[in-house]
């Protein structure tokens, strides 16, 4: 039995650019093409390797910026060939062009009512199809930041999948009431949640599956216990700025050969790991229980010396 990846892609205006006074035309480039390995690089390398991909894409910092930066890239992924759906930090709704960050509306969608959630959906559907997207039918919270009323709030918009539960951001701001080891879809709250992967990197602590998180060998690691027990799917995290350092002025190395590995793995492995984009609309067996890969003290040692280089090597070279 194959096992589906869905290898995401959060695509967003970072804050961090905005909050560091940069003008519009700066915030893009280090948020969406950071020092040449942001979104053209990766779908250049996506194509190369054959590999399907979801770009969630932000469409809320069009309310002070406007519509053409988001209009840029949905058209750049969607020519690519690769697959547009929502994502959204509420922050950007209250948030004004020069002032380095100090207006913003509250940042994580479970600090919203229901009904708040419901309206800040519809305005983002609207926003990103005005972009130029198909109507959406997947989405993934800014931060993980979803709980049940988040999930009822898509089903009522028409959104079939959610992919916001991070077991290793649980209980906030991952706020879905889900075990934090699920790890395989499950139907909840009107809508199919795809978990992003989580492994256990120490007895009782999880982390998940994102590019700056785990190492290669954790990522081989994880996606062999996956297709040794069988798993429905694995769902996997980047970002438009994640191969670059953070204030997006150099390619983080540590990142970029992280990125290659995983490309490389999953193309070698696309028969028994085919990657698929939301709108193909899978069905999976939504009664499995997947359990998350245990620890392994060398394994996590390793990622930890990386992460060091990465954290005071790649981020601090000039």
């Known amino acids: 039995m194959a096992t589906d990846v869905f ?31 942001g979104i053209a690089h990766q779908l250049r390398c996506l194509n190369d390797h054959g590999l399907k991909a979801c770009f969630f ?3 809320m910092p069009a309310i002070p910026f406007g519509l053409d930066p988001i209009r840029r890239v ?7 060939g690769q697959e547009v759906q929502l994502h959204l930090h509420p922050g950007w709704t209250r948030a004004v062009p020069g002032d380095g960050g100090a207006s913003h509306a509250p940042f994580n969608l479970i600090d919203y009512a229901e009904t708040e959630q419901a309206q800040l959906l519809g305005g983002a559907i609207d926003l990103i199809m005005a972009a130029g997207a198909p109507r959406p039918v997947a989405f993934r919270a800014g931060s993980y930041a979803a709980n049940d009323a988040t999930l009822r709030a898509l089903a009522s918009h028409g959104i079939r999948y959610d992919s916001s539960h991070n077991g290793a951001a649980a209980p906030a701001p991952s706020a879905i ?27 009782g602590h999880l982390r998940h599956f994102q590019i700056c998180a785990l190492s290669a060998g954790e990522m081989r690691a994880a996606i062999g216990h996956a297709l040794h027990a069988g798993h429905q ?14 204030a997006g002025t150099r390619a983080n190395g540590v990142h970029v050969r992280r990125f ?6 999953l193309a070698d492995l696309r028969e028994m790991l085919p990657t ?5 609309l899978p069905e999976w067996r939504l009664d499995a229980e997947d359990r998350p890969l245990g620890p392994d003290p060398l394994r996590t040692a390793w990622r930890q010396a990386e992460q ?3 954290n005071w090597v790649e981020e601090r070279a000039a």
């Open 260 to 265: 290659d590995a995983l490309l490389t793995m």
């Open 57 to 59: 894409i932000d469409p």
């Open 308 to 310: 060091l280089w990465s």
């Open 177 to 203: 009431d889900l075990p934090p080891t699920r790890i395989s879809p499950i139907e909840h709250q009107g809508v199919i949640e795809v978990p992003v992967t989580v492994i256990e990197d120490a007895p």
């Open 7 to 37: 290898l995401t892609i959060d695509t967003e205006l970072s804050w961090r650019q905005h909050r560091a006074g940069h003008d519009l035309p700066a915030i893009v480039a280090r948020s969406l093409e950071p020092a040449g390995v």
């Open 276 to 280: 698929r984009h939301f709108a193909e």
């Open 74 to 80: 949905v058209d750049a992924v969607l020519t690519a």
């Open 233 to 246: 799917a694995i769902t996997i995290v980047g970002h438009s700025f994640e191969l670059a350092n953070r």
